[in-house]
């Protein structure tokens, strides 16, 4: 059975940080692109960033420079390091595992960050 279980999330004031972890089960997380999503409230689900198997890193533009994702392999972990946090980065941040047609999300964790 395949999971991924994100933690790390809470309440955070403005200029703060977080690091989120990813723990996956079931799959070998390296073979995969592993993707941190985020949903705000009333807002559809959108990328914040990708790490490929080989380490190539993308991260959307409102979070460059402040924002940055790693990958574990030997513990299969995932990770966010969020600085700086801004109100705006508040929502539920989303684990996804994808390779070819194969997808798996976690359940999510939330950040909230108060100005």
């Known amino acids: 059975q395949v999971q991924l279980v994100e933690s790390g999330g809470g309440l955070v004031q403005a200029g703060g940080s977080l690091r989120l972890s990813c723990a996956a089960s079931?799959?070998?997380?390296?073979?995969?692109?592993m993707n941190w999503y985020r949903q705000a409230p009333g807002k559809q689900r959108d990328v914040v960033a990708s790490?490929?198997?080989?380490?190539?890193?993308y991260h959307t533009e409102s979070v460059k420079g402040r924002f940055t994702i790693s990958r574990e392999n030997a513990k299969n972990m995932v990770y966010l390091q969020m600085n700086n946090l801004k109100p705006e980065d508040t929502g539920v941040y989303y684990c996804?595992?994808?390779?070819?047609?194969?997808?798996?999300w976690g359940q999510g964790t939330q950040v909230t960050v108060s100005s």
């Open positions: 996804r595992a994808i390779r070819g047609p194969t997808i798996y």
């Open positions: 079931g799959i070998i997380s390296s073979e995969y692109t």
């Open positions: 790490i490929s198997p080989r380490g190539n890193r």
